[in-house]
C-alpha cells in the first residue's frame, strides 16, 4: 500500500484517485492522438455529448468559470469538435453541439476510459468497482 495514501482523508482520497486516473487516460490519449484533448475540454464535451445545450446553459453546468467556457469553446471550435449555433428565436443566445468528428473523439475517449476501467477490476475485482461506483452514485445528501 502507498504510505502516502494512508495519510490522507475521504476527500483527499477521492481528488488523488481522480487525478490519478485522469493523468492515465490523459497519457492514453495522448498516446493514440495526434492533438491533445484538455481535461476542461473533455468535461464540456461530455455535458454536450448527444446534447444541443446552449453555452450559458453548459457555463452554469460545469465547474469553471464562464470567461474560461468560453475560451475553451473558442479552442474546441478551432480543433473542429464543436460547433457553435444561433439560438432560434434568441439573439444573444448560442447553442453548441459536438462536430461528427468531436463525437468520434469522445467516443473514442470512453473506450480508453473502458480499458482503465478494465484493468482497475483486474487489480482489485470486478465487485468492488461496481460498490465504488454504486458508492459514487448514491445520493449524499450535500
Known amino acids: 500500500m502507498d504510505p502516502v495514501l494512508q495519510q490522507l482523508d475521504l476527500i483527499d482520497l477521492i481528488s488523488e484517485r481522480h487525478g490519478q486516473l485522469r493523468g492515465i487516460a490523459e497519457k492514453l490519449w495522448n498516446e493514440t492522438s495526434d492533438f491533445a484533448i484538455s481535461n476542461s475540454e473533455w468535461y464540456i464535451m461530455s455535458r454536450i455529448y448527444k446534447k444541443q445545450p446552449t453555452i450559458a446553459y453548459v457555463s452554469k453546468n460545469v465547474d469553471i468559470t464562464r470567461q474560461a467556457t468560453h475560451k475553451f469553446i473558442k479552442n474546441m ?34 473506450s480508453l476510459k473502458a480499458k482503465i476501467e478494465k484493468q482497475l477490476a483486474e487489480k482489485i475485482g470486478e465487485d468492488q468497482i461496481e460498490l465504488l461506483k454504486n458508492v459514487l452514485k448514491m445520493d449524499w445528501g450535500l
Open 77 to 110: 471550435k478551432a480543433k473542429g469538435l464543436v460547433n457553435v449555433m444561433d439560438v432560434e428565436h434568441n439573439r444573444k443566445e448560442k447553442s453548441i453541439e459536438l462536430t461528427p468528428f468531436g463525437e468520434e473523439c469522445y467516443e473514442k475517449n470512453e
